[in-house]
């Protein structure tokens, strides 16, 4: 009989698409480099990491896109 082995390659793989907590959290601080807005009027930046953020008046903050 053979011997189970655990876990299979399928599995392996599966678990090698996730992400890290250090990949989620950015090493340094965002910072919006290039500012525009939209024909509603909100405010969008980009990013020094290349993502778009939108500037929300409620929170006075910037939210990922």
Sequence with gaps: MPEKRGRTKKMDTHEQGREEISDVVPQKPIEIIGLTSD???NIIGLGNNGK??????????????
């Design 39 to 41: 024909r509603n009027g």
């Design 52 to 65: 778009l953020y939108y500037y929300t008046s409620v929170g006075k903050e910037w939210v990922l896109h």
